[in-house]
């Protein structure tokens, strides 16, 4: 009788993993795909860039960053980066190369008021020295292939969008990064379909805060990182507004558009995807207890039914019941294995790591059951040595008054001055006022 249950529960997962292949065939096939080799022609004149790095203590990623754009194609923008009290030489770093190219302006941030997250902060300080009229928000720890600049220009323009972000190739060391990275995208990848995410109709939103691309006067009429001072997560809330506003936010693939160093060690992978996926499902419990059911029911119980069987076989176990169930297990980690292989081969991070989704699965798990404990508690989020509330939907008017000026702008090495930056360049639309 438990036999006939096991059978029949291998059985039903197998389809479920069939119908997923089904699933991410047409997801693909949908999907908008950016190649910075895509050949694009600009508009004349080119409409200024102005790319906004918010940096704290990345010291071993910011120059890697600046190279890259200091080598794109693209004929018209400048660089604003704004070190946001880091505890390391990235500003040092930084100084290094506004001596060395005119397009690049650093900026320090002083303060860090109540109610607003450093990223969001820095951001919106430095946003108003921006003159471009399109913004480009960039981590510093993402480096763009040459053309990644043109072709995204052109796509914002020509697809009418009022924002785009996309998903890029990840440049892994380690062996966990990669791992839990494929499996957990592969769960996002799932749970948001471009297909529904492109669709202005539709309320699902999805965005990519290590790469934002946007119109300034549609950044400005939703109120920018203002409005959004205190989620964590401000991509996504960003590009929920954005939709809700009729301003066409647009994902799209661009693993060929650029690289992003995310988490050297397993302790980071575990903290940085914690923050994550907590914040991407809003800390909805029934989406937490479902990306825990799928981990277990998908991954763990057909892999240990898969052991198990084979050690009873090889003890000489011959029942018809053992040997349908050992087909049955291997069928399903066949498919499961090839569904995780087509992923990788997508993200060029690596066929053979989907041999290793089992014991992903078991760190995957962890990752989501620590977010249904912190949804149960009411626990913080701590990132980049500070500790956060979770908050997840911006508020339907601005709140409270405009921050005062945080900022001072640092000049090349040969220069010592510092000096307070006074806000210029494109200013909020008028009605953003709280």
């Known amino acids: 009788m438990l036999n006939g249950v096991f059978i029949l529960a291998v059985s039903v997962i197998l389809i479920v993993w069939c119908c997923l292949h089904l699933v991410l065939s047409r997801a693909l096939r949908e999907a908008p795909f950016l190649d910075e080799k895509d050949e694009v022609h600009l508009p004349e004149p080119a409409p200024l860039v102005s790319v906004l790095i918010a940096a704290r203590n990345e010291a071993g990623n910011i120059g890697r960053a600046l190279e890259s754009l200091f080598a794109q194609d693209y004929p018209n923008f400048e660089v604003l980066v704004v070190d946001d009290r880091s505890e390391d030489d990235t500003a040092d ?26 990223k969001n902060h820095a951001l919106w300080q430095t946003v108003r020295h921006a003159r471009g009229e399109i913004l480009l928000f960039l981590d510093a720890d993402v480096a763009l292939d040459p053309g990644t600049l043109s072709v995204m220009v052109v796509n914002l323009i020509e697809r009418r969008a009022g924002m785009l972000s996309l998903s890029l190739r990840l440049d892994s060391r380690s062996f966990w990064e990669k791992a839990v990275h494929l499996l957990i995208g592969a769960i996002i990848l799932l749970r948001f379909p471009l297909r529904k995410v492109n669709d202005p109709d539709h309320r699902l939103a999805l965005a990519n805060g290590q790469i934002i691309m946007m119109r300034a006067d549609a950044y ?101 019941s053992t040997t349908t169930l050992f087909l049955l297990a291997i069928s399903q980690t066949v498919l499961m294995t090839w569904l995780f292989a087509r992923l990788a081969g997508i993200g060029r991070c690596g066929r053979w790591y989907a041999a290793t989704v089992a014991p992903t699965a078991v760190i995957a798990l962890g990752i989501v059951c620590s977010g249904i404990v912190r949804r149960l508690t009411g626990g913080k989020v701590f990132w980049k040595g500070r500790h956060y509330r979770s908050l997840f939907d911006p508020p339907d008017r601005h709140e409270g008054p405009e921050p005062p000026c945080a900022l001072v702008e640092l000049r090349s090495p040969g220069d010592d001055e510092a000096f307070e930056a006074v806000p210029g360049g494109m200013d909020p639309v008028e009605g953003t006022e709280g």
């Open 93 to 118: 770093i930084v100084r290094e190369y506004v001596g060395r190219d005119t397009r690049l302006r650093l900026f320090r941030c002083t303060d860090l008021p109540e109610g607003w997250t450093g």
């Open 220 to 320: 400005h009429a939703v109120g920018g990182h203002r409005r959004v001072k205190s989620i964590l997560l401000e991509d996504m809330a960003l590009s929920r507004l954005m939709k809700r506003e009729g301003h066409r936010p647009m994902f799209a693939y661009g693993f060929n558009m650029g690289s992003v160093r995310w988490y050297p060690a397993l302790r980071d992978v575990w903290h940085g995807w914690s923050r994550v996926y907590y914040n991407v499902v809003q800390g909805s419990l029934p989406e937490l207890f479902y990306a825990a059911g799928l981990l277990i029911f998908l991954a763990l119980i057909p892999v240990g039914l898969l052991v198990w069987t084979t050690v009873r076989l090889l003890a000489g176990g011959t029942g018809a």
